[in-house]
């Protein structure tokens, strides 16, 4: 089988970051139900998370509102979808472009005239055309570069693209497949007195990721990823657990708190199969990138498949420093792997990401160096 590697992945985050207590202190002032400001005081600070980005500047002490504005009642407005969308078209132009532009410069031994395949990923807006055809414009590619677009999945949908990208290269080994990760969930905050609303408000950031994906042997003396294997599954027992849906104020995220235990209870037998087919078992798995869905994910995990704690530090670390930026994330933990210092190659990597479903996404990765 033919080998495909991901040679490189480029992250960007806005500029405006904010500190978990300070948005924990602003959420707290908009609830009105003590009940409510209690629950936000609790999920903000079990969260992991100690900072998030955002592309607005609505909530910096010393920013000027824009989608969002307080109202003379001290209520926090609560803009249409339409102004929402507005603003992801104007921002995921940007990010998407820059990410795409700063994977092919960074990648050893590629230019954009290398590249055949374009897949992009979001489930936090929609435009068309879409952040496909702006990479392809603003990097200079050619004009039949192929193009697809990933819509609407969640968290998980990083993996249908790498695994898109893998088929693309094994199908035609001169294939260059550049991935790009747009997520700006920070434009759908409601403030609501709601247990799902105030679970996705203290976890959902902004950011954008790039990967690029070809079966070129590596260049150069960088870490890269080996693309194994992936596998889809599902839970059903928590279908009604996790859903995303769009309303006339943005979109609206249905997450129970019950997620990471239906995780952690369903998640096991899903590894082993995927590690079965690959002929090894859990043992063998030098590093775990799990989609670091909130602190309860990364526990409930590590507990059901009895993981020790260096074996999940590239999660935490990402969730800590950025929290969940839905699809782009699992790409961030990739990346932060590939920063890791390490004692000696290969490591075997085994990543997972979860989305609604409850689906299960995951992939065999074999990180090496040339």
């Known amino acids: 089988m033919t080998q495909v590697t991901l040679h490189h992945i480029a992250t960007w985050t806005p500029p405006h970051a904010y500190d978990q207590t300070y948005a924990r202190d602003r959420m707290r002032e908009w609830l009105r139900e003590p009940r409510s400001k209690r629950m936000v005081s609790a999920l903000y600070n079990r969260s992991g998370i100690e900072r998030r980005h955002s592309v607005l500047p609505d909530f910096m002490p010393d920013g000027t509102p824009g989608l969002f504005a307080e109202q003379p009642d001290g209520n926090l407005s609560n803009p249409s979808t339409e102004e929402r969308n507005r603003l992801f078209t104007q921002h ?70 790498l695994n898109m990208a893998c088929q693309f290269c094994r199908a035609n080994p ?53 693309l194994t294997s992936f596998q889809s599954a599902l839970i059903p027992a928590g279908q009604q657990d996790m859903a995303w849906d769009i309303g006339n104020t943005g979109f609206n995220i249905k997450l129970s708190s019950y997620v990471p235990f239906v995780i952690g209870e369903h998640t096991g037998p899903i590894v082993d199969r995927l590690l079965a087919h690959a002929h090894c078992t859990r043992d063998d798995i030098d590093i775990w990138a799990i989609h670091p869905g909130g602190r309860a994910i990364l ?44 004692d000696s190659f290969p490591r075997h990597v085994c990543a997972m990401a979860f989305g609604p479903g409850l689906t299960v996404e995951s992939a065999l990765l074999e990180l090496a160096q040339s």
């Open 92 to 161: 995921a132009r940007h990010s998407a472009v820059h990410c795409a532009r700063q994977v092919v410069s960074e990648a050893d031994g590629f230019s954009p005239a290398d590249i055949t395949h374009v897949i992009t990923v979001s489930c936090t807006g929609f435009y068309n055309p879409g952040p496909d055809f702006d990479i392809v414009q603003g990097l200079g590619l050619r004009e039949d570069t192929q193009r697809y677009h990933l819509g609407f999945m969640g968290c998980y949908a990083a993996f249908p693209a």
């Open 174 to 226: 001169n294939a260059v497949v550049l991935v790009v990760c747009i997520e700006l969930c920070t434009l759908h905050l409601q403030v609501r007195d709601e247990p799902d609303s105030m679970l996705g408000n203290a976890l959902f950031a902004d950011g954008s990721a790039a990967a690029l994906v070809s079966a070129r042997p590596p260049s150069g003396h960088k870490a890269h990823f080996t």
């Open 299 to 342: 526990d409930k995990l590590s507990s059901a498949l009895h993981l020790p704690p260096e074996k999940i530090q590239a999660s935490r670390e990402v969730l800590r420093l950025f929290g969940n930026m839905s699809s782009a994330t699992i790409l961030f933990v990739l990346d932060e792997i590939l920063r890791m210092r390490h």
